[in-house]
């Protein structure tokens, strides 16, 4: 018999097919601002520049060189430009537009549901994501994801991000859960993994694509599925 009672489940990129929502979200904005007739060959050109252009933002970001508001719509204004469109109020738009959207996207990965909802009749569920507030329950709402959940945290209301143990502290706190009957399931090494660790809670990572690592998590899983198998 399983000595848990409480699971503490990641989002983004565990649950919510984070990569597949922006790139549908990006294709409708090359539509919506007809990128082709402004000159540029197609979207997976595009898409290209503007997801190696993204990452290189995102690392900035993380080394503290930029904030997050120059980042969401620098990746958009250097990315038209480098196709030859210097045009900062369009870069502006589509940033917020794709704020907007992205989150109203409903991918999840294969059998999220069926998993979450199996899960929800033997535990209580709980989510806990890096991330703006309104953001993630819209994500959470959309996707059909909500009902199986008893509670949701993120770091907007925590006030500290993943690996930080206020987060998991402020979890436990909202919860009731006690460390020794929870665990966290997610796709991040540090951020679920080590984050989850460091205050004492076990952990299933999903690693959907096989990364190697030299962590040691004490559970590896590469489908949603295979955690019925554990829990
Ligand atoms: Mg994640």
């Not at 806990?128 to 996707?143: A, L, P, R, W």
Request: a negative charge.
């Amino acid at each position: 018999m399983t000595k848990y009672k409480h699971l503490f489940i990641d989002l983004d990129r565990t649950l919510w097919d984070f990569d597949s929502n922006a790139l549908i979200t990006l294709g409708e904005l090359f539509d919506t601002y007809q990128l082709k007739e402004k000159g540029i060959a197609s979207f997976d050109c595009f898409l290209t520049y503007y997801k190696a252009y993204n990452q290189t933002l995102w690392d900035e970001y993380k080394n503290g060189k930029i904030t997050k508001a120059y980042l969401s719509v620098e990746r958009f204004y250097g990315s038209l430009k480098n196709f030859g469109i210097d045009n900062y109020e369009m870069a502006k738009q589509m940033a917020a537009a794709y704020i907007r959207i992205s989150p109203t996207k409903t991918k999840l990965f294969p059998q999220a549901l069926e998993v979450v909802e199996s899960l929800s009749k033997k535990y209580h569920l709980h989510i806990i994501t890096n991330g703006f507030s309104e953001v993630q329950f819209v994500k959470v709402k959309n996707s059909g994801l909500a009902p199986f959940f008893d509670t949701i945290i993120t770091s907007e209301m925590a006030g500290v991000q993943k690996p930080n143990a206020k987060i998991f502290q402020y979890s436990l706190e909202k919860t009731g859960a006690k460390p020794i009957e929870s665990i966290m399931i997610g796709d991040d090494l540090e951020a679920d993994i080590l984050g989850a660790k460091n205050v004492g809670i076990d952990q299933i990572y999903v690693n959907f694509e096989n990364k190697l690592h030299t962590e040691s998590p004490l559970h590896e899983v590469n489908t949603l599925a295979a955690i019925l198998e554990i829990l």
